[in-house]
């Protein structure tokens, strides 16, 4: 498996932007799906946005098309999520997520078998 580390979550007022960032390490990170997930409080653990291996395929929940953006570096084993327009209904933890795949989209938490601590979102409105 993969160790995940997410960072740069916060408090910003509505409207605002907020970029996340996930660092892997301990294998190869190339092969892995990755995803971003977020659990709001008394909320079951949503899917937020996904992306392949290569970065050629992003999928995204509805409810932050057009907002948000996932994407990757291989050479610097980091992914993002760029969330702008943000909403008060976008406020929980954020996790990153990764599983070893070549292919396919992953929308469910049993997919994946690495996880990391999660970042908190906070929206004020």
């Known amino acids: 498996q993969v160790q995940l580390v997410e960072s740069g979550g916060g408090l910003v007022q509505a409207g605002g932007s907020l970029r996340l960032s996930c660092a892997a390490s301990g294998r190869t990170f190339s092969p892995y799906v990755m995803a971003w997930f977020r659990q709001a409080p008394g909320k079951e653990r949503e899917f937020v946005a996904g992306i392949n291996w290569s970065g050629s395929t992003t999928y995204y929940t509805d409810s932050v098309k057009g907002r948000f953006t996932i994407s990757r570096d291989n050479a610097k084993n980091t992914v993002y999520l760029q969330m702008n327009s943000l909403k008060p209904e976008d406020t929980a933890v954020y996790c990153c997520?990764?599983?070893?795949?070549?292919?396919?989209?992953?929308?469910?938490?049993?997919?994946?078998?690495?996880w990391g601590q999660g970042t908190q979102v906070t929206v004020s409105s």
């Open positions: 997520a990764a599983e070893l795949r070549w292919g396919g989209t992953y929308y469910s938490p049993a997919d994946f078998g690495s």
